[in-house]
């Protein structure tokens, strides 16, 4: 599309505000940017967490460069290995968590929860704020959360893409494994 037919179609229109939820979600309207925020039926002292995942490649990837010259023989960097970074902001204080595992699996959800239970020990319930990955959603994570009463995993809508602001006052703090 030229310039000019993007002024022309824009002009007299106001700009459209950021979406928060998915178009298609069917539940978009239950859920508001304020689920950072405890809950009324929370009692005080609660604390709400937004957590996610990534992945990281241990061997960066090699791609073809137009270099007359070839890597020595022997010079091959070997396989290349994985790991799953779980992370969690504090949105109130700005605190920030995170776990390496071998492999986003539930079981290492769990021991991500259980690390957020031991950081937050005074807190009378811990709330992750997730998004629907099937790992949020299996049998073990539901058998760990009949085992501590004061998780409480909360789910985002579906296909959302949220950014979580924080002030950068907070200290990372986390356990490889």
């Known amino acids: 599309m030229s310039l000019r037919t ?19 979600d069917l539940v ?14 929370y009692p005080d002292g609660a604390v709400v967490l937004a957590e996610d995942e990534t992945h ?10 137009d270099h007359p010259r070839r890597l020595p023989a022997g010079a091959d960097p070997g396989t290349n290995r994985r790991r799953s970074i779980f992370g969690a ?13 071998r492999k986003a699996i539930s079981g290492s ?16 319930v811990v709330a992750v704020v997730c998004d629907n990955v099937a790992i949020h959603h299996s049998k073990l994570v539901d058998r760990r959360l009949a085992d501590h009463p004061r ?8 296909y ?18």
Not at 6 to 19: D, E, K, Q, S, V
Not at 28 to 41: A, I, L, M
């Open 160 to 177: 959302s893409h949220t950014t979580t602001r924080s002030s950068g006052c907070g200290r990372a703090q986390g356990v490889a494994g």
């Open 56 to 65: 990281l490649n241990l061997l960066p990837w090699v791609r073809h460069l």
């Open 89 to 101: 902001v504090d949105a109130a204080s700005g605190r920030v968590f995170y776990h390496v595992a």
């Open 109 to 124: 959800f769990t021991a991500f929860c259980e690390q957020l239970l031991a950081a937050c020990p005074a807190a009378p």
């Open 28 to 41: 978009r309207d239950h859920v508001s940017p304020s689920c950072t925020r405890p809950s009324p039926s």
């Open 6 to 24: 993007r002024h022309r179609r824009a002009r007299g229109r106001p700009l459209a505000a950021a979406r928060l939820v998915a178009k298609g």
């Open 151 to 158: 998780l409480r995993v909360l789910h985002g809508a579906r």
